[in-house]
């Protein structure tokens, strides 16, 4: 199993930028896939952007040109870079990390971080 920790969130002005990290420990040799999703109230979770061991990245339609996935293998982290924040970027955001073990997968969840956009 793994352990995902959030950090960076907070509150930022529409326009502005934030930096969210996910230290990764535990199995991380079998990931193979890591990524952000985001959560806004009344609203059901949904895909940020993901990254995989072969570092292919995806991103959802309402991000692309606005953030970026990236990870530090020698730290063990995976960062989400936001710009251009929006209002509607609002939401918890949550690191996953999904798992391969014996061919079965996995998936595992960070505890949350908060970003509001607001001025």
């Known amino acids: 199993q793994v352990q995902l920790v959030e950090s960076g969130g907070g509150l930022v002005q529409p326009g502005g930028s934030l930096r969210l990290s996910c230290a990764v420990s535990?199995?991380?040799?079998?990931?193979?896939?890591s990524g952000w999703y985001r959560q806004a109230p009344g609203k059901s979770r949904e895909l940020v952007a993901t990254i995989t061991r072969d570092n292919n990245m995806n991103y959802a339609d309402f991000v692309k040109g606005r953030f970026t996935i990236s990870r530090d293998t020698a730290k063990n982290t995976v960062y989400l870079q936001m710009n251009s924040l929006k209002p509607e970027d609002t939401a918890n955001y949550y690191c996953?990390?999904?798992?391969?073990?014996?061919?079965?997968?996995?998936?595992?969840w960070g505890q949350g971080t908060q970003v509001t956009v607001s001025s």
């Open positions: 535990g199995s991380i040799f079998a990931i193979y896939a």
């Open positions: 996953n990390a999904k798992l391969i073990i014996s061919g079965v997968s996995y998936d595992y």
